[in-house]
């Protein structure tokens, strides 16, 4: 891959029209007691995942092509200087010391980031490379444990693995052949070059249909994800689910991740009203039986269909206590939740002690979408999408739809500053 690379400094006021003030605070972004929400950058691109390097730079892959870093070198919140450089799209990007990973829908390249230097001067790194082709559920998040592994999400190319995807009444095919090289998480080691999913990489947890909000937590040393589970419920078995089912059904589910553990996809899916898993109707399911094989409970069941995009763990001080260490998740949005309105279009936050979710989780910010009803994802003004906690304690929050970056901060009672 080339590095076509440009770099200009952008002054606030040359910001595209209808972008906001950079700075000021966001309009209709709700934000939870004590905290605000600013406007880090605007007009960014169609943002996927961002990281933070611990100078303070924001580095942010686009769907649209190319990575944008950006700089605040005055010290004052807002991004002063920015510059782009890649030509791939993608989604997965990550921070270790100098090494910059980010990964396109077929590999994960890095480059290495030089001191002072807002972007890296040669040519990326080929790190892990080989992916299957596919159209749906293409997008690599990437996490990194810090300890030489990089994790990879590859998500399942189907709805829920039948011969022919998204067929009204099909069975599943049974062993499904995706779980093969797909609906899981790869791992591989982040200090080697040239690796291939096929040759190098060891398939760490199998059964994900789209994990894509993934992260390392370094508290509990442990690799976390929240699933996107499937849709069309209603559709595709209109004797066994209601349209007012669908809406409901499955849960978005927040596990940790083990080594070796099948977290059910897709002969299972979780129902949050019942609290449990059941089996799907692809494999002979009716909306009420149980698997007969236990699969792991998710640690947290979010609302069907918000689609979790994005996963990061506090580990600054700047926010009050109960929130060090814990998890925000960033919803995309919904768009099958007919009849009921579409939601999701927040991001959330689970109280974590240790290892484990300490509570229910709790909105954290909303307002993203614009008004309190829309009837398509088309109608948000911006989506969540990339989250990550910058050097001070800031947690920054990325649109996909406009290209904003917010920066949220807290300066009441028990405020620090810095990260842990």
């Avoid at 490379?129 to 590859?154: C, E, M, N, W």
């Avoid at 995706?178 to 070059?193: C, K, M, S, T, Y």
């Avoid at 926010?319 to 999701?344: E, I, T």
């Amino acid at each position: 891959m080339s590095v076509a690379r440009w770099m200009i400094v952008v002054p606030v006021a040359a910001a595209a029209a209808g972008a906001a003030p950079a700075g000021a605070q966001s309009p209709g972004i709700r934000v939870a007691d004590g905290f605000k929400a600013t406007v880090y950058a605007d007009d960014v691109g169609r943002v996927r995942h961002i990281a933070v390097r611990s100078s303070g730079e924001v580095y942010a892959i686009r769907r649209d092509g190319g990575i944008v870093a950006l700089g605040d070198r005055d010290g004052d919140g807002i991004a002063d200087e920015r510059a782009r450089f890649g030509e791939f799209g993608g989604t997965g990007i990550a921070i270790a010391g100098d090494l910059l990973y980010a990964a396109s829908d077929r590999a994960v390249v890095r480059w290495r980031l030089a001191p002072g230097a807002l972007v890296p001067a040669g040519a990326p790194e080929t790190v892990a490379s080989g992916f299957p082709d596919q159209r749906s559920h293409a997008a690599k998040p990437i996490a990194l444990d810090g300890a030489g592994g990089l994790y990879v999400t590859v998500g399942a190319p189907s709805n829920n693995c039948q011969e022919r995807d998204r067929a009204r009444g099909m069975p599943g095919l049974s062993p499904c052949p995706e779980l093969v090289r797909a609906a899981g998480i790869w791992r591989f080691d982040a200090n080697r070059l040239g690796q291939t999913q096929t040759g190098d990489g060891v398939r760490y947890a199998s059964g994900l249909r789209n994990a894509l909000a993934l992260a390392w937590n370094p508290n509990a040393r442990a690799l976390y994800a929240v699933s996107h589970g499937r849709d069309h419920l209603n559709t595709l078995w209109p004797a066994l689910y209601s349209d007012a089912d669908n809406a409901e059904l499955p849960a978005e589910e927040f596990h940790v991740i083990r080594a070796g553990a099948d977290y059910g996809w897709p002969t299972v899916y979780y129902d949050p009203r019942n609290a449990r898993h059941v089996v799907a109707p692809e494999y002979g399911g009716d909306g009420k039986r149980g698997p007969d094989a236990p699969v792991p409970a998710p640690l947290v069941a979010f609302p069907a269909h918000w689609a979790p995009n994005g996963l990061v763990f506090y580990d600054g001080t700047m926010f009050p206590a109960r929130y060090r260490g814990g998890a925000f998740v960033a919803f995309h949005g919904s768009w099958n939740r007919a009849p009921l309105p579409q939601a999701g279009y927040l991001v959330a936050f689970v109280p974590f002690a240790g290892a484990r979710p300490s509570g229910p989780y709790e909105v954290f910010a909303d307002g993203f979408a614009g008004a309190e009803r829309i009837g398509s994802p088309g109608e948000a003004r911006h989506r969540p999408m990339g989250l990550a906690v910058a050097p001070d304690g800031a947690l920054l929050v990325a649109d996909t739809v406009r290209g904003r970056i917010w920066r949220v901060t807290f300066s009441g009672p028990g405020a620090g500053a810095g990260r842990g």
